[in-house]
């Protein structure tokens, strides 16, 4: 149990915390249990406990918790002490100590003390982080394999435990368990036209945050930006006064990091992710040079690496990754020319392959976005913005098929102001409603399972459509981890 030094100064209306060795309970719970304790609250009127069943799947220590099925247990304990519940450890019984309520001063401010005090004849003990002496514990690899399967959304409550968990949480560890376990959550970056920062929305849109404003000169803020995620950096590349410079957010640490620049400073890219890496290709220099050069980011090491150049020179072009491969697709090459091909790099061998005619039936308009393209379930998804309608891509065959349209508006800008994106295994659209004119107003989001032999998909909205959010999507990642 924690220890505490008992504070002076207390409302004299607050109950002590009152420990006392009660020959009957600890012979009851030590003959049962092993070692044991209780802790009630001090509520005026208990509430009646459902029992519990304990797992019955047991570490090498013999750890179980849970509420407490015993009749003559809970009429004993509900009858000192209101709610309680126990937890207790099979192993030989050696001390037991009970503590009957927490006293409370002031507002979410608890003090404990224990029976050992008396016994050992201490009078008190000095805070300390955290002191679970009397208590096995678990061991830190234990620990962190726990911890890393807790739902992503309670992270922010973890640097509040002890500093063990803190420096934890802050050195990255626990996202790269997470990564080994297969343990992946999405979040959705989100930048749109009239705000000044980025928002964080969760899976299913039901909870936000604003990141921490990013530290760039206006020249930044004001221009172009491309971004896209790599682990748990949030990767933003951009104009400044002095240059293309890059500038990531760090999962682990909730800031934002100048660095480094890529070996060959960008924009107007193609860009995927996968795990930890992120792959840029294409694009276009400070001085409007189209380039078919491309670069792989580590986000473990938060280094560049130069892959080999693609066959094509390339800007406003599209990027995906599928069938563990690098897909760029489309775009413009330094003549103007619109480009139908795309191309795919191979890692293994480190390769390009040159893929024609994927956007051959393709409208293009004068002034259009680059391709909106998605990969769910290692197939390639496509938004055309003139008919706002989905297709599918078929591998085999290299035509596309019509899967009916997406309830937002993709032509009332050429594409742009639109995000389209792959979250899992559903496909992410956001834009202005079909049911309203193009106005600033009226973002909505939808998500569908999509699958590539059905007629028509169905679509879910998103409550986080509601809000007020400009519809006009100035950039928009997604983050698994």
Same mark, same amino acid.
């Given at each position: &149990?924690?220890?505490?030094k ?6 004299e209306?607050?109950?002590a ?20 304790? %209780? ?8 509430k ?6 304990? /797992? ?13 099925? /015993?009749?003559?247990?809970?009429? &004993? ?8 519940? %126990? ?16 006293? &409370? ?46 739902p ?7 640097? $509040? ?14 996202f ?44 930044f ?13 949030l ?22 990091r ?37 670069e ?27 069938? /563990? ?16 091909c ?37 197939e ?19 035509? %596309? ?21 792959? $979250? ?46 400009? /519809?006009f ?9």
């Amino acid at each position: &149990m924690s220890k505490g030094k008992e504070l002076e100064g207390e409302d004299e209306e607050v109950e002590a915390c009152r420990n006392y060795c009660n020959t009957h309970k600890k012979g009851m719970l030590g003959g049962d249990l092993g070692n044991s304790f %209780w802790i009630t609250s001090n509520s005026t009127q208990p509430k009646n406990l459902d029992a519990w069943e304990t /797992n019955s799947k047991e570490d090498e220590r013999g750890y179980v918790i849970g509420y407490d099925n /015993n009749p003559s247990k809970k009429a &004993m304990l509900a009858e000192d002490s209101g709610n309680s519940f %126990w937890i207790a450890c099979n192993t030989p019984p050696e001390t037991t100590i009970i503590c009957e309520t927490n006293r &409370m001063e002031g507002v979410g401010r608890y003090v404990f003390s224990s029976i050992e005090d008396r016994v050992s004849g201490y009078s008190s003990v000095e805070p300390q982080d955290a002191d679970y002496s009397e208590v096995p514990r678990l061991s830190d690899e234990i620990e962190n394999q726990i911890l890393a399967r807790v739902p992503r959304s309670e992270y922010w409550k973890f640097p $509040l435990v002890n500093k063990r968990i803190f420096s934890l949480m802050k050195s990255g560890e626990l996202f790269k368990i997470r990564r080994e376990l297969g343990v992946r959550e999405s979040s959705v970056f989100i930048f749109t036209t009239g705000d000044s920062g980025w928002w964080a929305f969760d899976r299913q849109f039901s909870s936000c945050r604003k990141l921490p404003d990013l530290p760039a000169d206006s020249c930044f803020s004001s221009g172009d930006r491309e971004s896209v995620c790599a682990g748990t950096h949030l990767i933003i590349s951009g104009r400044e006064i002095e240059g293309v410079v890059v500038w990531r957010y760090e999962l682990e640490t909730n800031s934002w990091r100048k660095g480094p620049s890529m070996i060959k400073p960008r924009c107007l890219f193609a860009s995927a992710s996968c795990g930890p890496f992120a792959f840029v290709a294409g694009g276009v220099t400070e001085a409007g040079a189209v380039l078919n050069s491309a670069e792989k980011y580590n986000s473990d090491t938060k280094t560049w690496e130069t892959l080999p150049t693609m066959q094509e020179k390339r800007r406003l072009c599209s990027g995906c990754y599928m069938d /563990n491969k690098f897909y760029v697709i489309g775009g413009r090459n330094e003549k103007g020319r619109c480009l139908t091909c795309a191309e795919a790099y191979d890692e293994d061998q480190k390769t390009w392959e040159l893929i024609p005619d994927v956007l051959e039936d393709t409208p293009v308009a004068t002034f259009q976005s680059p391709p909106l393209v998605a990969v769910v379930n290692n197939e390639l998804y496509s938004l055309e913005t003139s008919s706002n309608g989905l297709k599918v891509y078929s591998k085999r065959s290299r035509t %596309w098929r019509n899967l009916g349209p997406v309830p937002v508006r993709a032509d009332s800008s050429r594409g742009w102001g639109v995000a389209f994106k792959s $979250l899992g295994n559903e496909l992410l659209v956001i834009g202005s409603s079909k049911s309203v004119s193009y106005s600033g107003d009226g973002m909505v989001m939808y998500t569908c399972c999509p699958d590539a032999e059905a007629e028509e998909l169905q679509w879910r909205p998103l409550e986080c459509g509601r809000n007020r959010l400009s /519809n006009f999507i100035l950039n928009c990642s997604v983050m698994f981890a």
